[in-house]
């Protein structure tokens, strides 16, 4: 009898797919390409990159408006995955982890990709059922939004919010975490068609903006609100310190308006007397593995729904950028790695 030996190889991994963003310009300037696997030093860990979500601070970036970003680059602020490989025991291969700021996508290679290789002080471990696409939406929303509400903001219950940007995904989640801690919520949108949608996701009031709402917010609330939380940016904040009641404080977060400074701003005149303004621009130094995982299983049990406006897979990474170019997403896009 004629004994047969099969041998199975397995290949080592070299290379990835990766969705490059070439040089700067529209969205056609991100190309899905093949790149070398990158290779583990000490004090980072290489991540499987299961599903990212897409930023528009990414956006700003692709445009040329990050100082210090050389070209090409694997954008993304963010991911999800498993520890690929590590040098440390506190990252077991298998690891569920997120993965966030700390110049991710920016100074280094970043999610956009079925790998990638980062520093360990902006990995956080978790442990979930959640599928990788409601993974994929948590970390920097997450982030943002808790950082914004509790220590910019420091939000107490039965205090009034005025949400300035109210259908972005950050806009969508601070509602909700507002309503759960028992404050009043008003957001707003420029789309009418927009408002049972906000309503539908826990606001108490809806203000279609058309560039100014103080006299509308006012005639809801005669004294103003007691805090703000500005997500459209500069092209708004005028009208927004003015909506804040004495010692209200309003929080710039956002810059959906696309306008990064403010010309011939004067603090004296322009911010009311008694009112604070300040800004939350977070890093992951502002997020705790535990904060993660008590946000994550708040998700899962059902308690928290992140607003998702798509699932999209590597190839459709420059359609989610035309999406948030033209302001069509409601909520956050999330983008799934294929199998590997």
Known sequence: MNEFVVLFVVKKKTVLRAAITTRV??????EVKEVPLPQLKPGWVRIKVRAFGINRSEMYTRQGHSPGVQFP????????????????DLYPKGQQVAAIMGEMGRSYDGGYAEYCLVPEHIVFPFTSALPWSTLGAIPEMFQTVSGSLHQALDIQ???????RGGTSSIGLLSA?????EGLQVISTTRNPNKR???LDQGADEV????GKIEEELR????????????LVGTTTLRDSLKCAENQGVVCMTGILGDSWTLDNFSPMYDIPSTVRLTSYAGDSTNLSAEHLQAFIDEVEKGNVHPQIDSVLELDQVSLAH???EKSLAKGKMVVVTSPV
């Open 25 to 30: 310009g529209d969205p056609s300037v991100i």
């Open 73 to 88: 680059r694997i954008q993304g602020i963010e991911c999800v995955g498993i520890i690929d490989a590590s040098t440390n």
């Open 157 to 163: 219950p039965g205090e009034t919010l005025l949400i």
């Open 176 to 180: 909700q975490l507002a309503k759960s």
């Open 196 to 198: 049972a949608f906000l």
């Open 207 to 210: 203000i279609i903006d058309e």
């Open 219 to 230: 005639s809801l609330y005669p004294e103003g609100v007691n805090k703000v939380l500005e």
């Open 322 to 324: 035309e999406r948030m």
